[in-house]
């Protein structure tokens, strides 16, 4: 009925800026008019949070939207892929970057909180429908972790290193191991850039020598952003970096030097052969033989402590024939299952009736919604029927096409 | 056995027309006896309306009602007599009338005589032996395998098998009955000619009354003139469409006339009701559910191959349930919106509680498909549903009219069409290609 949402037409009215209907119980979502307008004054986009610390979020911020400071933002996500594209797109046109508080970012956030860093790493995976927001809250874990002074081992989308991947070189240094070249060399860049600080402020320092060739040697006692600036330097090396540096960081949060924090989005990727990684001799190259998986399986490993591991698994990070469950022993398949055996499930469901209200109030405000409908009861209605409360099918009606 | 298969004369049905069938003579069993009866000519119709007297009657409705009363009854001897004064038409036709009794009285004589040895061949008494009894006879005896019935063997009476023939359209002195009878189209000038007496006559009734004063009114609203089709066959002549506009016209000359009260009967004659659009076509029952909510169950929503049963139960909370999930059993948006379509236009969206199951569409893809693509056959399954939703909505008291005129209360009982040999699909042929 009222499709066009996207028509980008004058605004026939302009109605205040609703509303304070969203924290209200589930049955009572629409108020009249006549209660939004003697609210308007002092509730201003009441579904915006002002906090913008993700440590100080609590319970009396759900189902509402806090802000990302634009440097942090800058820093953690727009490098590679830290939020999905369409949302990153989304920020540019609002120019502010504005993360809705759902319940599953608050549980895992209580409990990370309530972990001991002294135990082995905790595993959270993170499971729930196709677009259900998995990777937006894994996103936002990011920012909680930058403020908390984890360091940040950060790999957006698995399918990049996977379907997606850039170039594959034979391994210079394991006997039928290959390599990725960019992907490893674009992950340390975007390493470098959200950790660099917190490196030269701890001041961590390898532990051994490593001899990457002939000539080029990186001493024991120089800080692992050397490991990082030769990995982005010598493409051949990157991935050999990547895994050195991962064992560094796994050994010195171990010590309680640091703390570490995994986040990947989509890890069941790495437990299916890939028909588009090819050796040298085109023949498929099987997942157990790049060193760049190894890297990253030995991450999710429980053999050291001072960390967590966040990982989400996707069904969409599969190939077609794989995509009929989306739980996480069918994705995991038996390889994944037994690596992260046990750990913690954190389901993520669509929007609830509250939440989906929240974000039409958010679009309404940042005026991206402007048919005249859209604010009426019936548009809503019909957006929340139309989307299933998906927040992506959501995002993408409302989106101009 | 020869006279018996002889006698079993098999004759297969000519086609006969329908046209010849309308008027028929009757000559009796005693054509050729000594009757005393004087002769009497066919023109037995009788005039039906003794109220108008300086028209000559006649009914071309009951034609053949009069054919049967006024049968032909001559004897030997007025024929003799006779031949010096009846015209040669009459002459050849009772000739030719003689002619067709002698050869249908040798055909009732050989069926009878058939008709005997077929029962004494079954085993069974020919007394108690019916002419279904003969069908299973030929049946059993002459075991015919081809496809149209009218094709295989029969054996009936003959009455029933040769065409009647036309009755005498003229008297003996080869005058013909019908005063229009050189009209060519005896019937329908007739007619005319009678409704236009009859505007006369309302002519004379309304002297003082200007025609102006007459007014329009809608008496004959709910129905329309009779079609060429229909007056034709009433008519039983072939009339052309300038005829037909004719009697169009004539037929409005007496409706605009201020007196035609006194003719109503006769227009009505002529006119038919126009098909009445079933407003309020049958509603589903609604159930009560025990927890007080009330139901209704629509069995059969189709669409193609889709068959679905939708429940819709009132009041709810706007819950979808098909095939046990939401409304993202359908991938596409679009399909989406076409099931709440008729909810928004009830404005019932969120009110009620939705329970479909839908079997068929579509066979499995032989492929799986990407979460945004659909299964085939997803928007037939979505109409079907929609239907059902309509319907159940209507049962429970929403605006019908509105949801007829959105066409969501339209079954569709439009089938794929199957593809056919020596084209790329149903109707596509291949790209032509020189060589």
Same mark, same amino acid.
């Given at each position: 009925m009222f499709r066009n949402f996207h028509f980008r037409a004058v605004k026939t009215f302009a109605r205040p800026l609703?509303?304070?209907?969203?924290?209200?119980? *589930?049955?009572?979502l629409f108020c009249s008019s006549a209660s939004v307008t003697s609210n308007s004054q002092e509730s201003s986009?009441?579904?915006?949070?002002? *906090?913008?610390?993700?440590?100080?979020?609590n319970e009396k911020h759900l189902g509402r939207f806090y802000s990302i400071d634009n440097d942090i933002y800058q820093k953690l996500?727009?490098?590679?892929? $830290?939020?999905p594209l369409e949302y990153r797109e989304q920020c540019k046109v609002f120019r502010e970057q504005c993360v809705l508080v759902r319940k599953p970012y608050l549980d895992l956030k209580r409990c990370v909180d309530a972990m &001991?860093?002294?135990k082995p790493v905790v595993r959270f995976v993170l499971h729930g429908a196709d677009g259900s927001g998995k990777s937006m809250i894994l996103g936002s874990m990011a920012h909680y972790g930058y403020t908390k002074e984890f360091i940040l081992i950060h790999i957006p989308w698995i399918p990049l290193w996977t379907r997606y991947c850039k170039e594959i070189v034979p391994s210079t240094t394991r006997e039928g191991f290959h390599d990725h070249t960019i992907n490893a060399v674009q992950f340390l860049t975007n390493f470098k850039t959200q950790n660099a600080e917190l490196l030269q402020k701890l001041n961590l320092v390898t532990s051994k020598e490593y001899q990457w060739s002939k000539r080029e040697v990186t001493e024991q006692g120089s800080n692992l952003l050397a490991i990082v600036e030769h990995g982005i330097s010598r493409p051949v090396h990157a991935t050999e970096c990547m895994y050195t540096l991962f064992k560094e960081l796994k050994a010195q949060s171990s010590e309680e030097k640091c703390k570490t924090m995994v986040l990947a989005d $989509?890890?069941?990727?790495?437990?299916y052969d890939c028909?588009?990684?090819? $050796?040298a001799d085109r023949k498929m190259v099987p997942p157990s033989n790049l060193t760049a998986y190894e890297a990253m399986k030995d991450l999710f490993k429980? &053999?050291?402590? $001072?960390g967590v591991v966040i990982v989400t698994v996707d069904r969409?990070?599969? &190939?077609? *024939?794989?995509? *009929?469950?989306?739980l996480p022993r069918y994705l995991l398949k038996k390889e994944g299952w037994e690596l992260f055996d046990p750990f913690v499930p954190i389901e993520v469901t669509n929007y609830t009736a509250q939440e989906i209200q929240t974000t039409i109030d958010y679009y309404l405000e940042r005026k991206w919604?402007?048919?005249?409908?859209?604010?009426?009861e019936e548009g809503r209605l019909e957006l929340e029927y139309l989307s299933t409360r998906n927040p992506r099918t959501l995002m993408e009606l409302c989106n101009s096409r | 056995m020869n006279s018996s298969a002889k006698a079993l004369q098999l004759v297969t049905r000519s %086609? #006969?027309?329908?046209?010849?069938?309308g008027s028929t003579v009757r000559i009796p %069993?005693?054509?050729?006896?000594?009757?005393?009866?004087s002769t009497s000519t066919?023109?037995?119709?009788?005039?039906? /309306?003794?109220?108008? !007297?300086n028209v000559p009657q006649f009914?071309?409705?009951?034609n053949a009602a009069a054919e049967a009363t006024g049968a032909i009854k001559l004897t030997k001897e007025d024929l003799d007599s006779k031949r010096g004064t009846i015209s040669k038409a009459m002459h050849a036709y009772l000739k030719r009338a003689k002619e067709h009794q002698e050869f249908m009285d040798t055909q009732e004589k050989e069926f009878v005589f058939g008709r005997r040895h077929l029962a004494n061949m079954m085993g069974k008494d020919i007394e108690s032996f019916t002419q279904k009894d003969v069908d299973e006879a030929i049946r059993y005896l002459f075991p015919s395998g081809l496809y149209?019935?009218?094709?295989r063997p029969i054996m009936r009476p003959p009455q029933e098998v040769y065409p009647k023939q036309k009755a005498a359209q003229f008297d003996m002195s080869g005058? @013909?009955?019908? @005063?229009?009878?050189?009209?060519?189209?005896p019937n329908f000038y007739y007619l005319l000619h009678e409704m236009v007496s009859k505007i006369n006559s309302l002519n004379k009734l309304a002297?003082? #009354?200007? %025609?102006?004063?007459?007014v329009e009114d809608d008496?004959?609203?709910g129905s329309t003139w009779i079609s060429k089709e229909d007056l034709e066959t009433r008519l039983l002549e072939k009339i052309t469409d300038q005829m037909y506009s004719e009697w169009l016209a004539c037929f409005e000359r007496i409706v605009a006339h201020p007196k035609k009260d006194k003719e109503l009967e006769f227009i009505k004659a002529y006119r038919k009701p126009l098909?009445? !659009?079933?407003?309020?076509?049958e509603l589903l029952p609604i159930t009560l559910e025990p927890d007080g909510r009330k139901s209704v169950h629509v069995p059969m929503c189709m669409k193609k191959s889709v068959r679905a049963d939708v429940l819709v139960t009132v009041p709810g909370t706007g819950e979808f349930k098909i095939n046990g999930q939401g409304? /993202?059993?359908?991938?596409?948006i679009s399909n989406r919106e076409a099931v709440i379509a008729p909810l928004q236009l009830a404005k019932m969206l969120g009110k009620v509680d939705i329970e479909a199951n839908c079997q068929g569409?579509?066979?499995? @893809?032989e492929k799986p498909k990407s979460p945004g693509c659909p299964d085939n056959g997803e928007t037939a399954r979505a109409i079907a549903v929609r239907w059902g939703i309509a319907n159940g909505l209507a049962a429970l008291g929403a605006d019908v009219e509105k949801l007829r005129l959105a066409g969501?209360?339209?079954? /569709?009982?439009r089938q794929r069409e199957r593809k056919k040999p020596?084209?790329?699909?149903? %109707?596509r042929t291949w790209t032509w290609k020189k060589r």
């Open positions: 609703n509303s304070k209907k969203s924290l209200k119980s *589930e049955n009572k986009g009441f579904f915006k949070a002002s *906090e913008t610390n993700p440590v100080h979020l996500y727009v490098q590679y892929h $830290g939020f &001991d860093l002294k $989509g890890v069941n990727g790495l437990f028909k588009w990684i090819k $050796g429980t &053999d050291w402590k $001072g969409i990070a599969l &190939d077609l *024939e794989f995509r *009929e469950s989306t919604l402007q048919h005249p409908a859209a604010s009426t | %086609r #006969v027309s329908a046209a010849v069938c %069993r005693n054509f050729f006896s000594s009757s005393t009866e066919a023109g037995g119709t009788t005039s039906s /309306d003794p109220s108008s !007297q009914s071309f409705e009951n149209e019935p009218k094709a005058r @013909p009955h019908h @005063p229009f009878f050189y009209t060519a189209k002297a003082g #009354v200007s %025609r102006s004063e007459s008496s004959f609203s098909a009445v !659009q079933s407003k309020t076509s409304l /993202d059993f359908f991938k596409l569409g579509s066979k499995t @893809p969501y209360l339209v079954k /569709d009982y020596g084209k790329e699909s149903a %109707r």
